[in-house]
């Protein structure tokens, strides 16, 4: 028995369809292992984050945490006002870096609960927080510099 054109037509689009699916199954489980997901302190206690976990850790950079070591060797502490977490960094940090302003810091969750990050990202002007930091600290009932969230503030 012959199929009609109708039936091969409507074959010819279901096995296309099915091979475009399995490209695109394809193509997110090969960025999987390079997509990187964004915790604050809380976050990591509370989802049980293992170490070895590639992620960004987010909040403020408590006050009196900072500590140099030698060369461009950095220490402080990354806060979101309920946990806080350790990061050691190699390397130079931004310019506008510093105590009690929002950050970002890109690396690995070392055993033991500590950050070992490879990149750190700072605010870059007097108004601009990191969305995901803002929208963390906004989640806390924290806005930047420990003040309360603004009323009907909006995260610019």
């Known amino acids: 028995m012959a199929l009609s054109r109708k039936r091969k037509r409507g074959a010819l689009i279901v096995g296309g369809l099915g ?22 302190p809380s ?18 950079v408590a006050d009196g945490s900072v500590i140099r070591g030698q060369g461009e060797e950095v220490g402080f502490t990354v806060t979101d006002t309920d946990r806080e977490i350790k990061v050691s960094y190699i390397g130079i940090l931004p310019d506008l870096f510093r105590e009690g302003q929002g950050v970002i810091a ?51």
């Open 19 to 40: 091979i475009l699916g399995v490209a695109a199954g394809l193509v997110l489980y090969a960025l999987s292992d390079t997509i990187t997901f964004f915790y604050t």
């Open 43 to 60: 976050d990591v206690v509370e989802k049980n984050v293992e170490p070895g976990t590639r992620m960004r850790l987010g909040g403020l």
């Open 106 to 156: 890109e690396g690995v969750l070392e055993p033991g609960g500590n950050f070992k990050a490879d990149t750190v990202l700072a605010k870059h002007d007097e108004n601009y927080m990191p969305r995901e930091v803002a929208d963390a600290l906004k989640a806390k009932g924290v806005w930047k510099d420990g003040q309360p969230v603004p009323q009907g503030g909006a995260v610019q």
